[in-house]
């Protein structure tokens, strides 16, 4: 393939994974779609009615990288003396190189090895030493933004049982340690152990026993943030300022029941360890987070809890994933959310989350929650509202003229594309939330004068809305921003549009039932991992919690998110092991997942669809029937990887702990299959059929019992995501189930480098960087898309650089080095060792516009030793883009897509 010219000078902007105006809890319509003869019932677009992508490239930074070196790590055999006498190895062997490297972290209990900063022309010249195993991107894991919703009422420990299994069971979490690994913990926090004096404490404190902070109140690693800061400042203080530790320890096991707003955690009495890897705000990176893993293992975790990940990252390989799986083999239960890329479409879950013995959670609708109200004439009538990130809070009194920007047929409403807005000076303006960002509808609704806007959805379901500026140059929403959900927006607008009305802000607040209550969130990330394993594994109430805050930010809050489903399944582990201190961390999951409840499908609710497996797993938690469930089943979820092979058969072990025999009757339930391209893909009906080896399985008491189940692939949709659930029902009590998922045909099939995302790929090079080549440049930078015959000097600043979008996970990426044929075409490859760039497991692009950048520096391998790679001569040379499907063979041509890039010049006088 040729590259087409392309203009120059497009911006290459920070990876978004979301744009602002997609943010929120999303629920479908009433009515059901029409199918066709294969199941057809839509895409993301249509069901959750998303605004269209935005049509600008944007570009997905690799930052610095993780070196895996080939000795075992202490967790797995190794010890500590021989991963130092190793990593003093490759040091040397980079300083005989000349690599310029920055280390910063070493590694050695969980995973063996160094983060380190430096050029990807470096990492390259490093990658094929003996004593490397694999290196990957350090990625930037982002903090959630600061809550600003009022106290809500927390009816989540209803929805999982824990109500049930503290009041009723007795159990509390007594004796377990839960480590946190987020932005910190309150120290001073009343209902987390603190005195409630706000400043001064430091560890350990009743409650929190154990932790670190690791980079220092100003840290922040966000280099698109006007308060970038990346160096660390670690101390012995792991105190929150940024709020969401706090949030998700208080949901783990806050004990303030006794005080009249206190928060109960699901599980009140454990001790924490608090391992503090943000900032006051912005974004951490994956290489803290290991080190973190790292102190919890050392302090002496039983549980770990980590409301994080790297979006995208769905390779169970990542360090962050096998060093979470080898805390798990250490006996630690290791819990982390499974991501809030949702809204982005499949195969979106993250870091450490898709560890295969990590428990990956996805995140449920809270049943109901309390919000600030404003009321609106004639009658008086109470309106709940939240307010948006990113704008300044909301009155608490005054009578404000309501105006509107359009009616609830809108579909550009207050957007840019749709023409100016009327003068709205002096009014609170009615927006519907859709087509464009947030940020825009508010910015165009102040620059017409309005005094504060009320979006409203355009979906049932409430929504959390941020209008923070997209980026420090632009400038900041200066007017209240709050959000009702879609029926409040309708009756609003036809108030306003019957005559005069007036809203008047209170400083009271209202309860709300949740319309989406017990579905899964609309944030809460797609599976399956790029392994074919399920995930995520089970989920928990994660949208609109409730829960402990920083005394200096009123000591309570709302904040919505998969961060907030983890630490109930964490806190419920602390239950189950209290329960049952025998169970391995293996023996935890099937519990859980035996007695998960799976949900309706979120985008058409009662309509008998059932929500994909590889989006809610096992379904939702229900601790109190793990804790009294005498018989289980293994595994607790089934993998079934392509159908190409043919139908699958997995064998479950029930195994019966109660002092009677159950017979349990075989069923299964389909949930909802996806296919098409990732970023908006189309749902279909389920069809996988399931046979039973017998119909019905007796477990003799004290005994198990084994039956065969096997599993045959729905034929449509090709290329797609389809699961469902083995059901074993008693004739008395609760049923057990067992989740699987599996691919629709060959998995090598998906495309990865095309369809061509963008128009990618494409050659150009790199200008105007604030920082080297290396590290990919963001915000500081451009790209330049180049033709044929581009002349490069092969001196820092001027090196090629091949554009690329990734449709799908990659198990491999490289660049091969090529003379160029008179033609313009690729000739005899450069010698024996002509790949010049190779990354491993690597995730799909974030968007449909989204762009990954390789490198590379003018030289090539040559061999051993320190001049193992040297520079090419000047010449004429064409860059071949390899992508290894995922699970592939790479000597297979049908399981690698490759692009040939225009010729490339190397001129170096």
């Not at 083999?329 to 499949?346: C, H, M, Q, R």
């Not at 409403?413 to 508010?442: N, S």
């Not at 209202?510 to 599976?527: D, H, V």
């Not at 990887?641 to 075989?666: K, M, R």
Request: hydrophobic share 40%.
């Amino acid at each position: 393939m040729r590259a087409a010219t392309r203009r120059a000078g497009l911006a290459a902007t920070a990876a978004v994974a979301l744009a602002a105006g997609t943010l929120g809890t999303v629920a479908a319509g009433s009515a059901a779609p029409a199918t066709t003869e294969d199941g057809y019932l839509g895409t993301l677009a249509e069901l959750a009615g998303l605004p269209e992508p935005a049509d600008e490239l944007v570009h997905e930074p690799t930052g610095a990288w993780f070196v895996e070196l080939t000795a075992k790590p202490v967790a797995d055999g190794g010890t500590r003396a021989a991963a130092q006498r190793q990593h003093d190895r490759f040091l040397a062997e980079a300083d005989a190189l000349g690599a310029d490297l920055d280390i910063r972290y070493t590694y050695d209990r969980l995973w063996n090895g160094l983060s380190v900063t430096a050029s990807e022309t470096d990492i390259s010249r490093l990658a094929g030493s003996a004593e490397v195993a694999a290196v990957y991107p350090v990625v930037a894991v982002d903090a959630p933004d600061p809550a600003t919703t009022e106290p809500a009422m927390d009816s989540a420990l209803g929805m999982t049982g824990a109500d049930i299994a503290q009041s009723e069971l007795g159990f509390t979490g007594d004796g377990l340690k839960v480590g946190i690994i987020d932005t910190g913990i309150d120290l001073d926090h009343p209902d987390l152990g603190g005195d409630g004096t706000p400043g001064g404490t430091a560890l350990p404190t009743e409650r929190v026993v154990a932790g670190y902070d690791f980079v220092g109140d100003d840290y922040n690693a966000d280099d698109t943030s006007a308060a970038y800061q990346p160096v660390a400042h670690p101390d012995d203080n792991p105190d929150d300022c940024n709020g969401h530790g706090s949030h998700v320890a208080g949901i783990v096991g806050a004990d303030g029941d006794s005080a009249a707003d206190g928060v109960l955690g699901v599980a009140p009495d454990v001790e924490f360890g608090a391992y503090r890897v943000f900032g006051c705000g912005g974004s951490t990176t994956s290489d803290i987070i290991l080190a973190a893993l790292e102190r919890a293992h050392a302090d002496g975790m039983d549980v770990v809890n980590m409301s994080l990940g790297a979006g995208f990252i769905t390779w169970p390989e990542y360090p962050t994933a096998t060093a979470s799986d080898a805390l798990v083999d250490e006996g630690v239960v290791v819990v982390a959310s499974i991501g809030n890329n949702g809204t982005a479409g499949t195969w979106s879950a993250g870091a450490p989350g898709v560890g295969e013995k990590v428990i990956g959670v996805a995140s449920f609708d809270n049943t109901e929650y309390d919000a600030r109200m404003f009321t609106v004439t004639p009658d008086g009538r109470e309106f709940g509202y939240g307010e948006a990130a990113g704008a300044p809070s909301a009155p608490t009194s005054g009578d404000v003229p309501m105006s509107r920007t359009g009616t609830p047929n809108a579909t550009q409403d207050a957007c840019t594309a749709a023409g100016p807005l009327p003068d709205l000076t002096g009014t609170v303006a009615l927006v519907k939330r859709g087509f464009c960002p947030f940020y825009e509808k508010a910015r165009n609704a102040q620059n017409a004068g309005a005094a504060a806007v009320v979006l409203y959805n355009n979906v049932p379901g409430a929504f959390s809305p941020t209008v923070a500026p997209p980026s420090p140059a632009d400038p900041p929403v200066t007017i209240p921003v709050v959000a009702v959900p879609q029926a409040d927006g309708v009756e609003l607008n036809n108030r306003i549009a019957a005559g005069p009305t007036t809203l008047t802000w209170t400083d009271e607040t209202t309860t709300i039932e949740n319309t989406t209550a017990g579905l899964i969130s609309s944030f809460s990330s797609y599976g399956m991992a790029a392994d074919l394993t399920l995930k995520p594994d089970l989920g928990a109430p994660g949208g609109l919690i409730r829960s402990t805050y920083p005394l200096e930010e009123d000591g309570y809050a709302v904040v919505s998110g998969t961060s907030m489903s983890s630490p109930h399944v964490a806190g419920a582990v602390a239950l189950l092991l209290q329960a049952h201190p025998s169970l391995s961390p293996g023996e935890v999951r099937d519990a859980l997942q035996n007695s998960a409840d799976p949900a309706d499908w979120s985008l058409l609710p009662d309509a008998g669809y059932v929500e994909p497996a590889h989006r809610q797993g096992a379904g939702m938690l229900d601790i109190d029937d793990a804790i009294l469930a005498t018989t289980t089943v293994a595994p607790g979820k089934l993998s079934l990887g392509e159908s190409e092979a043919g139908p699958s058969t997995q064998t479950l072990t029930l195994t019966n702990e109660g002092d009677a025999p159950v017979t349990y009757e075989l069923s299964h339930i389909d949930g909802i299959t996806t296919a098409g391209a990732p970023n908006n893909p189309s749902f279909f009906e389920g069809g996988a059929t399931v046979a039973f080896s017998a119909p019905s399985v007796t477990v003799p008491a004290g005994g198990s019992a084994t039956v065969d189940v096997t599993v045959t692939a729905p034929a449509e949709p090709a290329l797609g995501q389809y699961g469902g659930w083995v059901v074993l029902t008693p004739a008395e009590g609760q049923p057990l189930r067992v989740p699987f998922a599996g691919f629709v045909g060959d998995y090598q099939q998906l495309p990865i480098l095309t369809p061509a995302g963008a128009g990618l790929p494409e050659l150009g090079d790199v200008t105007a960087c604030q920082r080297y080549i290396g590290v990919n440049c963001t915000m500081g930078g451009q790209f330049r898309l180049l033709p044929d015959g581009a002349t490069f000097t092969m001196t820092e600043g001027d090196y090629p650089v091949v554009i690329a979008h990734l449709e799908h996970a990659a198990q491999n990426v490289s660049l091969q080095l090529f003379h160029a044929k008179a033609d313009g075409t690729a000739g005899r490859p450069y010698g024996r060792l002509n790949t010049v760039l190779s990354e491993d497991f690597v995730g799909r692009s974030s968007a449909a516009t989204a762009f990954n950048a390789y490198t590379w520096d003018g030289t090539r391998p040559r061999g051993s030793g320190a001049d193992r790679r040297v520079p090419v001569p000047d010449g004429r040379y064409v860059l071949r883009l390899t992508a290894t499907k995922p699970l592939g063979d790479p000597a297979d041509p049908a399981h690698v897509e490759t692009w040939d890039s225009p010729v490339i010049v190397v001129d170096r006088n």
